[in-house]
């Protein structure tokens, strides 16, 4: 049934389930109407008989009969037998006579003759606890055939007539319940990767399709804003990788356009390799949030040792650095290259900005390690907090200051510690500058 689509599947199976409802019905009807017709016929038969015994006298152990006005018909026909002789018997067919005559001296007892549409009842009659002899009545059955007959034709139109509506219906309901899928369906396939403002747009949702649509485009929505998130991270990285790239080859093509002593020659060397040492670390640290971002399973590291192998090879220029080791061992629920690439940005930022000092502790609340990183430089703005997490975006201090950089550490630091059920945090304080990095606890 795949093949015939959901509408018309859901359809077949409507109208089978009411066409086997109503198959039930009729055959229930004309059932329990056959068992009241049967039941109607046998009682007129056992009424005609006790009106024919209330008509017999028992005399010296004979039956005699009442005159009485002639009820004779073929809707009233009766015989009465005693001791082996025809007290009554109508005028019929010698086939019905011979059957109703057979039936003397027998047991209570109902017959059919159904090629003469009748039926006979048979009944002893008795006096004074002794069976003196039979009646027998009969009574046509056509009528009762004939109710039936029209019954069960006027029942099996009434079903197809009920079955075709409901098909009718179901079919006008399933189409009009089912059209915003379709129409939702063939704006979808219109749309390309280009068109991510393009929505559904059915309004307030009132039922499960248009809640469907609703839900839909909130998905839209959100992979809409981070395809654009993702566009302009792109564009910033892009810009901020042009400006290394463009130094070493510069620096590489002065060098290279005539003969140099040897201190130039290191000098250059030197640019080159500050600038590739930054082109390094952007290109690591995008490498590193790809693979955390796209992996399913996060392994345990050491809080204390990763954060001291973040913080290895960041001292001097005259800041010093210190780690407070907590008081009990306290594990991460990320695995020790992940945590070490989170903290590196935080630790080389506030060591870049601090004046001469850089303190690093350690706690656990509830379910989550939280290292607080603090320096005693110019500290974050109120208004920079959320500002300098941006892709290519510095604060106020780096930009005037035109410190080394590519704006680009802080912001892949959150982007990895969000990919791990984590975040860091910018706290506003004239002390200095404040981060807070918080990452599951194992």
Known sequence: ??????????????????????????????????????????????????????????????????????????????????????????????????????LAGGPRRFVGLGDADLRLYAAPIVFG?????????????????ETRRVAVVASVVFGGLVLLLVAVAARWLLASSLRPVRRMTRQAATWSERDVDQR????????ELTELAATLDGLLDRLAASLRHEQRFSAELSHELRTPIARVLAESELALRRERPPEEYREALAIVHRNAEQLAKIVDALVAAARHEAAGVRGT????????????????????LEIVDPDASLRLGVDADLAERILQPVLEN??????????????????????????????VGEDERERIFEPGVRGRVGE???????????????????????DIEALADPAGGRFVIRLPAA
């Not at 590291?301 to 010093?320: F, I, K, P, Q, T």
């Not at 590519?406 to 990895?416: E, Y």
């Open 400 to 422: 005037a200051g035109g410190l080394d950089g590519a704006g680009l550490g802080l912001s892949l630091a959150r982007r990895l510690a969000r990919s791990a059920s984590g």
């Open 350 to 379: 506030a060591r870049r900005y601090g004046s001469s000092r850089v303190s690093v502790s350690i706690e656990r609340r509830d379910s989550t390690v939280r290292y607080l990183v603090a320096d005693d430089g110019p500290g």
């Open 129 to 145: 606890g002794k069976r003196l002899g039979t009646v027998v009545v009969a009574a046509s059955i056509a009528p009762y055939e």
């Open 301 to 320: 590291a050491d809080a204390y040792s990763v954060v001291r192998e973040a913080s290895a090879g960041l001292g001097g220029d005259g800041v010093e």
């Open 1 to 102: 049934m795949r093949p015939l689509g959901i509408r018309r599947r859901l359809l077949f199976a409507v109208v089978a389930v009411v066409a086997v409802a109503v198959a039930a019905l009729l055959v229930g009807f004309n059932f329990l109407l056959q068992s009241t017709l049967d039941k109607s016929s046998k009682d007129v038969l056992r009424s005609r008989a006790a009106e024919q015994v209330s008509l017999l006298r028992a005399t010296g152990g004979r039956l005699t009969l009442l005159d009485t006005p002639d009820v004779a018909g073929p809707d009233a026909s009766a015989w009465v037998f005693s001791d082996g002789s025809v007290l009554e018997h109508p005028r019929v067919r010698a086939a019905v006579d011979a059957a109703a005559r057979s």
């Open 200 to 207: 559904f747009a059915v309004g307030d949702p009132y039922d």
